[in-house]
């Protein structure tokens, strides 16, 4: 029998995210450095809440998410509306629904690899074709090739600031130039999901542009800042006309209830994001100059992860990392051939990781 498969579906390798455990040696402490996690977990705040919710399960979810998008206006400081947002069940989900609302069969969608792999993978599953505009050699969006890449049929162009793998972001000024420059049946999709940890003066989020009117998505996650990557909560915003359109796909009861509890007790748990932000800003001090003495080359980052060039092959890194309880991430698959992304964990586990490098370096040298 004929099925229907697609022929685009059926080439596709099935995204697949990081691992989440390793086997070590006894005695071994295992540090997770692989998925750019909160090393402080979650709020407690959040905790009471889902526990308040359990009794709640049989029931549905509250049939609209209009609590969690006021929470986020009252997050966003009251400048954007209610209706700017749209919630779903993680970052993720949001690439997704951005695909099937924008994309059709053979349109168009610019990235710069390395990047996330989901905008690849799931615009491929609507039928569009990737164009790759490659960041340049040291790790900067080239956005005059991005510019020179569009065409009629270029829908969507996805960038993130800060950038995963790379760490790197787009100065206010820049992107400003970038936008005004795009041709208005483009929407930029600005992955912002690590913005919380940027220190950089001229760092911009989407606001802006999007209080401005112009086509431009910002994706965001609860899955970093507020550590619930287990929970499956994320949102973007838009101007109106975007959001609402956008909002005509939004399945009801998306969220769970303790997905729609855990994110709005999640919002109001400010001093969580600042201690969140003060430690992952502080240890990427610590990473960093810990990578600079043992001179191991890395390129400057804003996220919570740092994109490193590994002295040996990335598999021979990774799994003397490993055997050592470090979990960290390879990135070639996300146009990073070769290199090696970590995330920054507790003092505990920063130190551990510098420890192990110092022994490989060493042995390096008393190899040579
Ligand atoms: C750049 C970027 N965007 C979006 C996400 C999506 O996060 P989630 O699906 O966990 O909300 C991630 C997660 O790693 C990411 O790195």
């Given at each position: 029998?004929?099925?229907?498969?697609?022929?685009?579906?059926?080439?596709?390798?099935?995204?697949?995210?990081?691992?989440?455990?390793?086997?070590?040696?006894?005695?071994?402490?295992?540090?997770?450095?692989?998925?750019?996690?909160?090393?402080?977990?979650?709020?407690?705040?959040?905790?009471?809440?889902?526990?308040?919710?359990?009794?709640?399960?049989?029931?549905?979810?509250?049939?609209?998410?209009?609590?969690?998008?006021?929470?986020?206006?009252?997050?966003?400081?009251?400048?954007?509306?209610?209706?700017?947002?749209?919630?779903?069940?993680?970052?993720?989900?949001?690439?997704?629904?951005?695909?099937?609302?924008?994309?059709r069969?053979d349109d168009e969608?610019?990235?710069?690899?390395?990047?996330?792999?989901?905008?690849?993978?799931?615009?491929?599953?609507?039928?569009a074709n990737?164009i790759?505009?490659?960041?340049?050699?040291?790790?900067?969006?080239?956005?005059?090739?991005?510019?020179?890449?569009i065409i009629d049929k270029t829908k969507?162009?996805?960038?993130?600031?800060?950038?995963?793998?790379?760490?790197?972001?787009?100065?206010?000024?820049?992107?400003?130039?970038?936008?005004?420059?795009?041709?208005?049946h483009?929407?930029?999709?600005?992955?912002?999901?690590?913005?919380?940890?940027?220190?950089?003066?001229?760092?911009?989020?989407?606001?802006?542009?999007?209080?401005?009117?112009?086509?431009?998505?910002?994706?965001?996650?609860?899955?970093?800042?507020?550590?619930?990557?287990?929970?499956?909560?994320?949102?973007?915003?838009?101007?109106?006309?975007?959001?609402?359109?956008?909002?005509?796909?939004?399945?009801?009861?998306?969220?769970?209830?303790?997905?729609?509890?855990?994110?709005?007790?999640?919002?109001?748990?400010?001093?969580?994001?600042?201690?969140?932000?003060?430690?992952?800003?502080?240890?990427?001090?610590?990473?960093?100059?810990?990578?600079?003495?043992?001179?191991?080359?890395?390129?400057?980052?804003?996220?919570?992860?740092?994109?490193?060039?590994?002295?040996?092959?990335?598999?021979?890194?990774?799994?003397?990392?490993?055997?050592?309880?470090?979990?960290?991430?390879?990135?070639?698959?996300?146009?990073?051939?070769?290199?090696?992304?970590?995330?920054?964990?507790?003092?505990?586990?920063?130190?551990?990781?510098?420890?192990?490098?110092?022994?490989?370096?060493?042995?390096?040298?008393?190899?040579?």
């Amino acid at each position: 029998m004929q099925l229907g498969f697609k022929k685009y579906i059926l080439e596709d390798s099935t995204y697949k995210g990081g691992g989440k455990k390793i086997v070590v040696p006894e005695g071994v402490t295992v540090h997770k450095l692989s998925s750019n996690e909160n090393p402080l977990g979650y709020s407690p705040k959040v905790k009471q809440a889902l526990e308040n919710t359990l009794d709640d399960l049989s029931f549905y979810p509250d049939n609209t998410d209009i609590r969690l998008r006021e929470a986020l206006v009252k997050d966003f400081d009251e400048v954007l509306r209610v209706d700017n947002f749209i919630t779903a069940n993680s970052g993720s989900e949001i690439i997704d629904m951005i695909s099937k609302a924008f994309l059709r069969e053979d349109d168009e969608i610019i990235v710069s690899q390395p990047c996330f792999l989901p905008y690849t993978a799931f615009t491929r599953w609507m039928g569009a074709n990737a164009i790759n505009v490659p960041m340049t050699a040291d790790y900067n969006y080239n956005l005059e090739g991005i510019l020179e890449a569009i065409i009629d049929k270029t829908k969507l162009i996805f960038l993130a600031s800060p950038n995963n793998p790379s760490g790197n972001y787009i100065p206010l000024k820049e992107l400003r130039e970038f936008i005004a420059r795009l041709p208005e049946h483009v929407i930029l999709v600005l992955d912002e999901v690590y913005r919380h940890f940027s220190e950089a003066e001229d760092y911009t989020s989407a606001v802006p542009f999007v209080l401005e009117g112009k086509n431009v998505i910002g994706i965001n996650s609860f899955s970093k800042t507020y550590g619930l990557a287990g929970l499956r909560v994320g949102y973007c915003y838009a101007p109106i006309e975007i959001s609402n359109y956008m909002r005509k796909i939004c399945k009801p009861f998306l969220l769970s209830s303790l997905a729609l509890e855990g994110a709005i007790a999640a919002l109001k748990d400010v001093d969580f994001v600042n201690q969140t932000v003060a430690l992952v800003q502080k240890e990427r001090k610590f990473v960093l100059n810990g990578l600079d003495a043992l001179h191991i080359k890395f390129w400057p980052t804003q996220g919570n992860f740092v994109l490193i060039d590994p002295p040996v092959p990335d598999t021979e890194f990774t799994v003397f990392l490993e055997q050592r309880g470090i979990m960290v991430r390879p990135v070639g698959n996300f146009g990073a051939p070769g290199k090696v992304r970590i995330s920054f964990g507790t003092r505990e586990a920063n130190k551990a990781l510098l420890v192990s490098l110092g022994v490989l370096m060493k042995s390096q040298t008393t190899t040579v």
